[in-house]
């Protein structure tokens, strides 16, 4: 769970904004909110405490400076991971994160509701925008269901990329970072290992 942890602090260390906002209903006036789903409550409560263990954990580290959390980049992160993880992987990202109880779907469902209801930039005025870009080594594929419930849910790219050619690798991601945030965001990551894993970045 230890490694689940530090990929959910790369990638909310990379995100460039976080502002939470609720989703407006369909005929409420500008700057009202809609309640969220039980469900989707509750994982709001389970991301906002793990985000503040995160942070403390973190903070302990006198190495790290300007630490941003946004509990609902690293709750999308995690469900990512259960969304696209084996049997373990996936049960160990639903641990962290407080989700056991709840059914597979119930998670990816709330969590996108979640997402939707911070991209809602009417809701109270707030413009919220999270790209997230799962990159995968170029001799390997996507599964179909996979890319589907990823979008479908979190709003996620998919790309591969040569993590071999780490200069090319680097290039790739920090261009999207930055055509993502409008330029506020144009650089990342300084460094890519070379692996024959995925890399989930957010920004």
């Not at 530090?6 to 209903?25: D, Q």
């Amino acid at each position: 769970m230890r490694s689940l942890l530090l990929l959910s602090a790369f990638c909310l260390l990379e995100a460039a904004l976080a502002a939470e906002v609720k989703k407006p209903a369909a005929a409420a006036a500008p700057g009202t909110a809609e309640k969220l789903s039980p469900k989707a409550a509750t994982l709001a409560e389970r991301s906002a405490g793990l985000a503040f263990s995160l942070y403390q954990a973190m903070a302990k580290d006198q190495a790290v400076e300007n630490i941003l959390v946004s509990p609902v980049v690293v709750a999308s992160s995690l469900g990512l991971v259960s969304l696209g993880g084996k049997a373990t992987t996936a049960s160990q990202a639903k641990a962290v994160l407080s989700a056991e109880q709840l059914r597979d779907e119930e998670v990816h469902a709330g969590l996108g509701e979640l997402l939707r209801s911070l991209s809602n930039s009417t809701a109270r005025n707030v413009t919220w925008k999270l790209g997230s870009r799962l990159y995968g080594p170029s001799s390997v594929s996507f599964a179909d269901d996979f890319v589907r419930s990823s979008k479908q849910h979190y709003n996620c790219e998919h790309s591969k990329i040569n993590f071999r050619d780490k200069r090319s690798a680097l290039q790739s991601i920090n261009e999207w970072a930055a055509q993502t945030t409008d330029g506020k965001l144009p650089e990342v990551t300084k460094d890519v290992e070379r692996t024959d894993g995925a890399l989930l970045v957010n920004a």
